[in-house]
């Protein structure tokens, strides 16, 4: 993690490099990351980032491990260890969890949206347990509250179309949704994440808290550099020990050399927790700075092109029809109802430069507007689509 561009720095890269478009076709992405002036881990953290936002899942976890990427090996006693261990639905044991627990803060890797995906599957069931406030680390306001949906306004990473549907749930659920990032770095920022959070609690009483965040911040324990983090700080603070949730580190990479091994071992189609034969989860090796659950994510398998993932919670594959398309390359979006015109996020975007391309997006039921874009970004055409 010493490597990282801090989140305050990264943000102002990408402000200075931004446009208002932010969905860029892949060939611009590559433009845009390739300064001379900049770092190897630079450029992997921002094209991870634009790839992310414009939909391209592979593509940004390749750009991440370009400089990130580490091959790791198993001893013969962990290799064992690990073997005993039982694997358990990761959601059926949030859930259960979850009913005895006041606070949960998860987390995610900003430029991987399988975790968004994951949280927002979590969320009926949180709500059905008490949960009512939805604390999410980029958002700029709660204006969205009163909207009912994201837009491009709202925040920078829930821009990205995964995000943008779990916040999009998230208010279908009934969840109010609040800011909490704070000024300044490192130890101050963490100090200040934990103290609006824990403002906020102190206003609005009338249910659970379900706090979403980037990386370290959700781990407790000691912090080389913040001393504590956002959620040990916001423990102290409310009294509470809250249930920290990891996805970061057992997701999988661009290639499976760099998976960490347990992921073979494993071998899961779907997330994951593990238990020893006395009902104990594990939870990392760290035992400095650690998180009560550390959730294996699967190896992403592909359906026609698009990750098996975005396939859960009933969301059905809808193909583009080729005599809707006459050039290439194009980006096409599915808008909900109503929600282009006012700079709404997409449900889902994908990206033809052939077409021998696969032309599936994948979505909710609902009504759509399917928005297709030339090279130039320039709205070709534009229908219709209701999906049943």
């Not at 639905?89 to 991987?112: F, P, R, T």
């Not at 249930?243 to 494993?266: A, C, G, H, M, W």
Request: charged share 25%.
């Amino acid at each position: 993690m010493k490597f990282f561009y801090s989140l305050a720095l990264l943000l102002l890269s990408i402000a200075a490099h931004s446009q208002e478009n932010p969905y860029l076709f892949s060939d611009d992405i590559k433009k845009k990351v390739e300064d001379p002036a900049q770092s190897q881990s630079w450029k992997s953290q921002m094209g991870a980032t634009y790839y992310s936002i414009s939909g391209q899942y592979k593509s940004a976890l390749e750009s991440w491990d370009q400089t990130f990427g580490r091959i790791k090996k198993l001893n013969a006693a962990d290799s064992l260890k690990f073997t005993k261990l039982i694997p358990v639905n990761a959601k059926e044991y949030i859930l259960k969890k979850a009913a005895d627990e006041k606070i949960i803060i998860i987390n995610e890797a900003h430029h991987n949206a399988s975790h968004r995906t994951f949280a927002s599957s979590l969320l009926q069931g949180l709500y059905d347990r008490g949960f009512r406030y939805l604390g999410i680390e980029t958002l700029e306001g709660d204006s969205l509250n009163t909207v009912k949906f994201a837009t491009l306004n709202s925040g920078y990473y829930s821009k990205e179309p995964e995000f943008g549907n779990f916040i999009y749930n998230a208010l279908k659920i009934g969840f109010k949704l609040f800011p909490y990032e704070a000024e300044g770095n490192n130890k101050e920022r963490e100090i200040g994440e934990a103290k609006n959070i824990f403002d906020f609690m102190q206003q609005n009483k009338e249910g659970k808290y379900l706090i979403y965040c980037g990386y370290q911040h959700a781990y407790e324990g000691i912090h080389k550099s913040w001393e504590k983090t956002m959620a040990g700080r916001l423990s102290d603070l409310a009294g509470i020990n809250p249930l920290t949730i990891d996805q970061t580190q057992f997701s999988e990479k661009s290639s499976l050399k760099y998976n960490e091994p347990i992921l073979r071992l494993v071998n899961n189609t779907v997330p994951v927790v593990l238990k020893d034969e006395n009902e104990m989860i594990y939870n990392g090796e760290d035992k400095e700075l650690y998180t009560d659950i550390k959730i294996i994510h699967p190896v992403t398998r592909y359906i026609k092109g698009r990750p098996d993932w975005m396939l859960k919670e009933n969301r059905k594959l809808y193909r583009i029809s080729a005599a809707q398309l006459s050039t290439y390359p194009v980006m096409i979006f599915a808008y909900r109802k109503g929600e282009f015109e006012q700079n709404g996020i997409p449900a889902d975007i994908i990206e033809l430069n052939t077409c021998k391309d696969s032309r599936f997006l994948i979505l909710d039921k609902g009504n759509y507007d399917i928005v297709i874009r030339d090279k130039e970004y320039k709205v070709i055409h534009r229908f219709e689509k209701r999906i049943k």
